[in-house]
């Protein structure tokens, strides 16, 4: 599917109202009008991105890291892996106290049984990552 095709395809969703489109902490993300609770949508909106689910599946598997130890574990830069962390932090999924941890694993694993990428996600988010550079 060409991109044209993609954004008209998705711009008739918006349009007839079954797709809506939010930033959430500065990621533009898309979500079906029903479905999913307000509350719900920016832990969702955060981990269909890869760099974050990763760090997220680090954590269920680990319960808690250093911050060097999570650097170590992704083979990131330590100020890419910080604006990361502040990300899954101000939206309540990672708390900072001594080290970095999930709040809520329970939760956090359920979410993550639902946002399993799919090659469509994947798409999209590619898209959208792509809209986003040329804008």
């Not at 911050?67 to 910080?82: D, S, Y």
């Not at 329970?106 to 946002?115: D, H, K, P, R, S």
Request: glycine share 6%; charged share 25%.
């Amino acid at each position: 599917m060409g991109l044209g095709a993609l954004r008209n395809l998705l711009d008739s969703l918006i349009s007839q109202k079954l797709v809506a489109q939010e930033e959430v902490d500065g990621l533009r993300t898309l979500f079906p009008t029903t479905g999913i609770d307000s509350l719900n949508r920016k832990p969702i909106a955060l981990l269909r991105k890869q760099h974050l689910r990763s760090i997220v599946e680090l954590l269920l598997s680990a319960e808690s890291l250093t911050h060097r130890e999570l650097q170590l574990h992704m083979g990131i830069p330590r100020t890419t892996l910080r604006g990361h962390v502040d990300v899954l932090k101000r939206a309540g999924i990672v708390s900072t106290e001594l080290n970095i941890s999930l709040i809520d694993p329970g939760m956090i694993e359920q979410i993550l049984l639902l946002t399993e990428p799919r090659y469509i996600d994947r798409l999209v988010s590619a898209v959208i990552e792509i809209f986003d550079l040329i804008n």
